[in-house]
């Protein structure tokens, strides 16, 4: 009986180099290459102002990478010129992976994503963490102002095309799956920790989801 190929193995089947990358894509088409943008232009505002939700990409010091969601009501996320972006933190469970990550590496991306709008949008750029109570403030949310923000340097702005959105048909009604079909964070915790019982782990995390979203 052969053995499957060791793929992990097998150099003629990767890209090392810029070049080589470039010649198995092919052109960046015209479009494309001229898209980007280095400020926030009323179209990224508004989307930005609309947007509840995006994914916050970051690095640490030695290149392990993270990708975090962050969220709250359509235009949380405050625009505070043409290239400045303040992001609040909202309370979560005080893992901190990007907040630490920024402290060693300031480089991060940002998506931002619209229900109902297949086109994203993507920021690129450098973050500090801030605490100042006049920066902070206008972000209050149900009352609670949060204690810490990100305050992002834009490098990079563009949109990005619909095809993943199309393919994957987010937003489709039909594609929403039924919550029946897999676990509660709750019993995956208890399981994959073993220190707790499922029905304390789902008790804990309705509590937290009930009371501490802010």
Not at 21 to 30: A, D, E
Not at 76 to 84: E, H, K
Request: proline content about 7%; glycine content about 8%; aromatic content about 6%.
């Amino acid at each position: 009986m052969s053995e499957a190929p060791d793929h992990d193995a097998d150099a003629a089947g990767t890209i090392d180099a810029p070049e080589a990358l470039r010649v198995h894509v092919g052109p960046v088409l015209p479009l494309a290459e001229r898209k980007v943008m280095r400020r926030l232009d009323r179209f990224a505002r508004d989307f930005i102002a609309l947007s509840p939700f995006l994914v916050l990409a970051s690095m640490d010091g030695e290149g392990r990478a993270d990708a975090s969601p962050r969220g709250d009501a359509p235009g949380f996320v405050r625009v505070l010129d043409a290239a400045t972006l303040l992001i609040p933190d909202r309370r979560g469970n005080n893992r901190v992976d990007s907040f630490g990550n920024v402290l060693a590496n300031p480089g991060i991306g940002l998506i931002f994503l619209v229900p109902g709008i297949d086109e994203t949008l993507r920021v690129n750029g450098r973050a500090r963490l801030v605490t100042g109570a006049d920066l902070l403030e206008p972000l209050a949310a149900q009352g609670k102002v949060p204690t810490t923000g990100l305050r992002v340097s834009v490098d990079e702005v563009f949109f990005h095309c619909a095809k993943a959105l199309i393919r994957s048909r987010l937003w489709a009604p039909e594609s929403r799956v039924e919550r029946a079909r897999f676990p509660s964070l709750g019993r995956i915790l208890a399981e994959q920790s073993g220190t707790v019982s499922v029905a304390d782990a789902e008790r804990a995390m309705e509590e937290g989801y009930r009371t501490r979203l802010y």
